[in-house]
């Protein structure tokens, strides 16, 4: 499959469906995200949404969300986003309500009374709990995260 992202064609390696939304990557290792991005499960940020007007319809095309890193491997949940670099590390954002996104939080960490809002990540974020485990393959389920490491030892 051969699509055009950033005015160049690019070849797609690695498509990734959530509940509302799509990761791509090309072929040069730069990650792209459409669909509806409420819950941060797009890793564009709030300001940027709100600038885009999409805050509630959704990014109807791919949009560049992370350049600087070479992505291998993506994951999309119902609400959130999981990717992984060359050399091992995982980034995640979108709903974390239920710890899915491996960032040490969940909705019952925040005030009660303060909506969904406060339990997402709209931007890609570092999971540093597996920040010195060699991860090799990511899966996300509707609102699990599991990561395989290069040991084959399974995080959840």
């Not at 051969?2 to 498509?15: G, H, I, S, W």
Request: net charge neutral; glycine share 14%; aromatic share 8%.
């Amino acid at each position: 499959m051969v699509v055009e992202f950033t005015k160049k064609e690019q070849k797609v390696t690695r498509v990734s469906c959530g509940g509302l939304h799509t990761l791509a990557i090309a072929g040069d290792g730069e990650l792209f995200a459409w669909g509806r991005g409420e819950g941060g499960q797009l890793g564009l940020s709030i300001k940027t949404l709100e600038s885009l007007e999409r805050l509630d319809c959704g990014i109807s095309m791919p949009v560049s969300i992370i350049k600087d890193k070479k992505i291998v491997d993506i994951a999309a949940g119902v609400a959130h986003s999981l990717a992984l670099t060359e050399d091992g590390r995982v980034y995640a954002w979108g709903n974390g309500n239920y710890g899915q996104l491996g960032l040490g939080f969940s909705g019952e960490s925040f005030e009660p009374g303060t909506g969904n809002s406060r339990s997402s990540v709209f931007e890609p974020t570092l999971v540093k709990y597996l920040e010195r485990v060699n991860i090799k393959r990511i899966y996300a389920g509707s609102t699990i995260s599991m990561f395989l490491s290069a040991k084959e030892e399974l995080y959840a």
